[in-house]
């Protein structure tokens, strides 16, 4: 089994000092065909949701 590094980008506001800011995060999934664990999971869950797939999410 070898695992694989994937980079998703999601966009959302990053509100700071009552400024919001558009910005574009990288979410990072390690894993492989089975399981896989999401770093930085940000602004959009349907797209994070999506990449994963039928992956089981381990964190």
Same mark, same amino acid.
Do not use: K, P, Y
């Given at each position: 089994?070898? &695992?694989?590094?994937?980079? #998703?980008?999601? %966009?959302?506001?990053?509100?700071?000092?009552?400024?919001?800011? &558009? /910005?574009?995060?990288?979410?990072? #999934?390690?894993?492989?065909? *089975?399981? /896989?664990? /999401?770093?930085?999971?940000? *602004?959009?869950?349907?797209?994070? #949701?999506? &990449?994963?797939?039928?992956?089981? #999410? %381990?964190?």
């Amino acid at each position: 089994m070898t &695992a694989r590094v994937e980079r #998703l980008i999601t %966009s959302g506001t990053f509100s700071l000092d009552g400024q919001d800011f &558009a /910005v574009d995060n990288n979410v990072w #999934l390690i894993g492989d065909g *089975h399981e /896989v664990i /999401v770093i930085d999971a940000a *602004h959009d869950a349907e797209a994070i #949701l999506a &990449a994963v797939g039928g992956r089981r #999410l %381990s964190a």
